[in-house]
């Protein structure tokens, strides 16, 4: 079974977001760099760019395929971790640490709600792979 820590909300597109005041950071889950395997390139946007909920930000390129990556929630893009351009093998050593991909000012924090708790993204993982 995939790691999936509690203190995250889960889109069904495999993204997380940890939410702290105004601020959303926001990565890959496990189950998805898992599903990648080796990630040899993370694409994303500029600072200020902004996105609407379940809009793609990026991509991410492994030895098997590139997969677009959505953010969430809507938001304006406040901070890019750079060290992802140099090291994109972060996203499979540790996605919901050093692979953050961006920070955004959450637009709207309703959108939260519609995404799921760690107890129904894995209920949703034991779905999809069955």
């Known amino acids: 079974m995939a790691n999936v820590p509690e203190n995250l909300h889960y889109s069904k597109d495999h993204e997380w977001i940890r939410v702290e005041g105004d601020t959303g950071t926001i990565g890959i889950t496990d189950h998805a760099q898992n ?3 080796d990630v040899v390139y993370v694409e994303l946007p500029k600072v200020g760019e902004s996105f609407a909920a379940h809009e793609a930000f990026g991509s991410v390129e492994s030895v098997k395929a590139v997969s677009e990556l959505f953010v969430p929630v809507s938001g304006e893009v ?3 971790n750079e060290s992802l351009q140099d090291e ?7 996605p919901y640490g050093g692979a953050w991909m961006i920070r955004l000012r959450v637009g709207a924090k309703g959108e939260l709600d519609s995404l ?7 209920d949703y993982l034991s779905t999809e792979t069955e």
Request: proline share 5%; no cysteine; charged share 30%.
């Open 35 to 37: 599903s990648l395997g």
């Open 78 to 80: 406040l901070e890019v």
């Open 88 to 94: 994109p093998e972060k996203v499979n050593a540790d």
């Open 116 to 122: 799921l708790s760690a107890a129904e993204y894995e």
